[in-house]
């Protein structure tokens, strides 16, 4: 079965910590994506990579890093410098050819307390 | 830039009445424009696209969505509400060529027995 896959879906942490949340996809997409989403403010692209080794900023990428090592994979880190981190993320990937329609997966919610 | 208006972030309906959901665009050059729907804690789901074929577009689950041009609205409708049809829904817009999609800020639809 051809999907994305982000884990863990819930995740604690302390204040001052940096943590990686996960995205794994199969689907054989080239390019990858990562969301910040918050209650009535719609999707914000934090991150988004069209090929292996490159990735760009999107509109909120302040405390926030990426790597892209792999095709299938996409890790996100929200680092200690995120002023606001508490949010639910969201990885996508898009298909070749049809780069604008974009397939999510589950999503992580992250807590900083 | 482009952006997406979503007027709202709520609106109710009765269980078997019509669905309107508004969602208006911003560019002077038609761009491709989707519609997502997002179930609690969950990710996104593609419901349908318009990528400048019909203008009338059907989508999964009874869902369909007009393009028009002269008006610069995607609006979504469904004859015929459904329990399951209670969920929140996301308008999203991209310019042609573009790896990039700008999203509204959702609406969330409530279903009423």
């Known amino acids: 079965d051809g999907g994305i896959t982000q884990s863990p879906k819930y995740l604690f942490r302390k204040e001052g910590q940096n943590v990686t949340l996960s995205c794994e996809q199969n689907?054989?997409?080239?390019?990858m994506y990562w969301y910040r989403q918050d209650p009535g403010q719609g999707l914000r692209l934090i991150y988004y990579s069209q090929i292996v080794n490159d990735f760009q900023k999107g509109d909120i990428a302040e405390g926030y890093s990426v790597s892209r090592e792999k095709k299938e994979s996409f890790p996100l880190t929200v680092t200690s410098a995120q002023k606001n981190p508490t949010a639910f993320y969201l990885c996508?990937?898009?298909?070749?050819?049809?780069?604008?329609?974009?397939?999510f997966g589950p999503g992580t919610r992250l807590t900083v307390t | 830039a482009q952006s997406v208006t979503q007027l709202g972030s709520h609106v109710s309906v009765s269980e078997g009445a019509l669905v309107l959901l508004r969602c208006n665009y911003s560019s002077s050059v038609p761009p491709y424009l989707f519609w997502y729907v997002q179930y609690p804690n969950q990710g996104l789901q593609l419901l349908l696209k318009?990528?400048?074929?019909?203008?009338l577009v059907k989508g999964i689950n009874g869902f369909e969505a007009e393009f028009k041009k002269s008006e610069t609205s995607f609006h979504l409708t469904k004859p015929s509400a459904h329990m399951s049809d209670a969920a929140e829904y996301f308008c999203a817009v991209s310019d042609r060529g573009s790896e990039k999609l700008v999203f509204g800020k959702g609406m969330k639809l409530t279903v009423n027995p």
């Open positions: 996508a990937s898009s298909q070749p050819g049809l780069r604008n329609e974009q397939y």
């Open positions: 689907l054989n997409h080239d390019a």
């Open positions: 318009y990528t400048s074929a019909a203008t």
